[in-house]
């Protein structure tokens, strides 16, 4: 499975983005994966954001929840996170990843998120 990240940018406090993240999933079912959202920020240690699983229940850090929304597409192949109310120490590289038990994980490269104060 290959995942391609896309949507981050520079953004003031306050502002939203939506990242997306769009697998090949090669003849495997998409649907059949549960996905992520890491971020990792400089200096520190990849942490999880939000998750959805293949039913589509979705589990959000504390740093986030009420903030992000994160929301799958079977259809395309893609899962997305809708950030609002940016904060600054919300600037971090942005991962998807794929998982699936019995088979194993994915990462994508990840997209650049920076929020100015």
């Known amino acids: 499975v290959q995942l391609q990240a896309s949507g981050g940018g520079l953004v003031q406090a306050g502002g939203s983005l939506r990242l997306s993240c769009v697998a090949s999933?090669?003849?495997?079912?998409?649907?059949?994966?549960?996905m992520d959202w890491y971020r990792q920020a400089p200096g520190k240690q990849r942490e999880l954001v939000a998750s959805i699983s293949r039913s589509s229940s979705t589990n959000y850090s504390d740093a986030v929840k009420g903030r992000f929304t994160i929301s799958r597409d079977n259809a395309k192949n893609t899962v997305n996170l809708q950030m609002n109310n940016l904060k600054p120490e919300d600037t971090a590289g942005y991962y998807c990843k794929a998982v699936r038990l019995g088979v194993g994980f994915y990462w994508g490269q990840g997209t650049l998120v920076t929020v100015s104060s």
């Open positions: 999933a090669s003849g495997r079912t998409f649907s059949g994966y549960d």
